[in-house]
C-alpha cells in the first residue's frame, strides 16, 4: 500500500475546479455573493447502479438464508438511524469464519467504491490502527437491493460508512457517518490535516470575526441533529466574511468531502446549495482542549440548516457528519474504549 498523503489529491475534485473552469475567475465574485456556485447538471446522488450499490446487491445475493437472519433487517428498522463512533451493529465480524473469502473481498470493495482512492488509503490504515484491520469491523444490510430501498452500513471503532442508492431522500451519504482515529499525538492523526485547513479559515479571519468564532466550550459530539433554518448556529456566519474568506470556506469544505466518492460529495454540495449555500453555514472553534496549548484549535464545527460537520480532535479524533438526514439517536457504546 502506497504512503497516504497529509494533503489529499483529491481534494479539488469535487467542485471548485470544476467550478472555476465552467464561470472563470471574473464571475467568483458574483457567484459567492449570490449564496453558492452553479454547476448545471454536475450534481447527481448516487443510484442503485452504482458501482457502490452494484457490489452491496452481488453481495446480498451471495448471503445464506442463515447470514441473512444474522445481518439483514427490514429498511425502516430504527437500528439503522443509531450512530456512534464505537459500536458494531451486528456481531460477526468481516475477517472471521461467517463470511466466505469472497464475501470478504466484495465489502471490501464496497468501501473502496464510497471512498475516494486516497480515503480508502487514509481509512484502512485508520482501522488497522485501531482495531487491527477492516476485519475486526462488521456489516448489515437493510432492506432489499434491488426490490426495495436499501442500505448497507459498516460500523467499528471510529467508522459508519453507508451505501443506500439514494434510498434516503436528501440524505448524503444515505444519512450521517462517523470517522476518527486513536492516535492521541495530533500531529500524528490521520486526520490532522483537516484541523490544519480549518484552522486557515480561523487565521484569515480579522481579530473582530475570530472573537465571533472562537467560542469557550463545545457542544456534544454526537448533537448532529438537522436544525432547519430556524436553527441556531454556533460561531460566525460565513455570510459575514469577505469572498477571499468565502473561498476558503469552499475549498475547507472541499479538504472534508474529499475522502468520499464523488457520488457523495456532489449530494452533500447539492444539499448545501439547496439549502442557502455556504453563506448560511457558520464555523465555530472551541477553546477547550487545545492540544498543546498552540492555539491550533482542535474542536471545530461547520453548521448550517441542512449541514453538520462536528469535528472532535481531542484527546483524539472523532467526527460526526449529518448532512441533510432527519434526527438521528446515539447508539449505545461498544466497549469502554473511545
Not at 454536475?42 to 446487491?57: L, N, R
Not at 430501498?149 to 467499528?156: C, I, K, P, S, V
Not at 495530533?186 to 490544519?196: E, I, S
Request: glycine share 8%.
Amino acid at each position: 500500500m502506497k504512503r497516504i498523503s497529509t494533503s489529499c489529491s483529491d481534494c479539488d475534485s469535487v467542485g471548485r475546479r470544476d467550478f472555476l473552469k465552467a464561470v472563470g475567475g471574473a464571475a467568483v465574485a458574483g457567484s459567492i455573493g449570490s449564496g453558492f456556485w452553479t454547476l448545471p447538471g454536475a450534481f447527481a446522488g448516487p443510484s442503485p447502479k452504482s458501482d457502490a450499490e452494484t457490489a452491496v446487491a452481488r453481495l446480498y445475493a451471495s448471503l445464506s438464508d442463515e447470514q441473512r437472519k444474522t445481518i439483514c433487517f427490514a429498511f425502516d428498522n430504527p437500528i439503522r438511524q443509531k450512530i456512534n463512533a464505537n459500536w458494531q451493529i451486528t456481531k460477526p465480524t468481516i475477517g472471521g469464519s461467517f463470511y466466505t473469502d469472497a464475501q470478504q473481498k466484495l465489502i471490501d470493495e464496497i468501501v473502496r467504491k464510497v471512498t475516494s482512492e486516497d480515503g480508502y488509503e487514509r481509512l484502512m490504515k485508520q482501522m488497522d490502527h485501531d482495531s487491527g484491520g477492516i476485519g475486526s469491523y462488521s456489516v448489515a444490510l437493510f432492506g432489499v437491493p434491488g426490490a426495495t430501498a436499501f442500505e448497507w452500513e459498516l460500523t467499528g471503532r471510529h467508522l459508519t460508512l453507508r451505501a443506500d442508492g439514494n434510498s434516503v431522500d436528501k440524505a448524503a451519504f444515505g444519512g450521517p457517518i462517523v470517522y476518527g482515529h486513536g492516535e492521541e499525538d495530533p500531529k500524528a492523526n490521520l486526520f490532522y490535516y483537516q484541523t490544519k485547513q480549518v484552522n486557515e479559515v480561523f487565521h484569515a479571519l480579522d481579530p473582530k470575526q475570530a472573537a465571533l468564532a472562537l467560542v469557550a466550550k463545545a457542544p456534544s459530539e454526537a448533537a448532529v441533529t438537522i436544525q432547519g433554518d430556524a436553527g441556531t448556529f454556533p460561531g460566525i456566519a460565513v455570510s459575514q466574511l469577505a469572498e477571499n474568506q468565502r473561498l476558503l470556506v469552499l475549498k475547507t469544505i472541499e479538504v472534508l468531502l474529499a475522502p468520499y466518492r464523488k457520488e457523495d460529495a456532489d449530494e452533500a454540495l447539492e444539499i448545501l446549495k439547496s439549502s442557502g449555500g455556504i453563506e448560511k453555514l457558520h464555523m465555530a472553534f472551541y477553546q477547550q482542549d487545545d492540544l498543546q496549548n498552540d492555539k491550533v484549535w482542535d474542536i471545530w464545527r461547520v453548521e448550517g440548516p441542512e449541514f453538520v460537520w462536528h469535528f472532535r480532535g481531542a484527546p483524539h479524533v472523532h467526527a460526526y457528519i449529518n448532512i441533510g438526514a432527519v434526527a438521528q439517536k446515539p447508539a449505545p457504546q461498544a466497549t469502554s474504549k473511545s
